[in-house]
């Protein structure tokens, strides 16, 4: 597998402009969703973690009752890649796809 290549400042923000509501903070990008309760947010959890699978790309993330907050890196670039954007996109289209 081709070795990702970690992202720019520059590079960061010109793909978070294409995402909405995703910030970068801290090596990561990152974002909070919230549902109606627990049971839309796990079952959107659910979906994510299939595709996450089929990726091979895992976020760090929290749920709490309805809020799930998603982190988003490479560990093996020590920062954002490629990677971590179409993952991103993919969440941000389950997410669309669910409400």
């Not at 290549?5 to 969703?33: H, K, M, N, P, S």
């Not at 299939?50 to 560990?75: K, M």
Request: hydrophobic share 35%; charged share 30%.
């Amino acid at each position: 597998m081709k070795e990702m290549e970690r992202f720019t400042d520059q590079q960061i923000a010109d793909y978070l402009g294409q995402l909405d509501g995703w910030e970068y903070v801290d090596g990561a990008i990152e974002t909070t969703f919230e549902f109606k309760n627990f049971k839309e947010a796990f079952s959107v959890m659910t979906r994510i973690a299939f595709e996450c699978e089929a990726q091979g790309h895992h976020p760090d993330w929290s749920n709490v009752y309805n809020t799930l907050n998603i982190r988003l890196n490479t560990h093996d670039a020590n920062g954002v890649t490629e990677k971590d954007f179409e993952l991103a996109r993919i969440i941000e289209g389950i997410i669309e796809s669910e409400f």
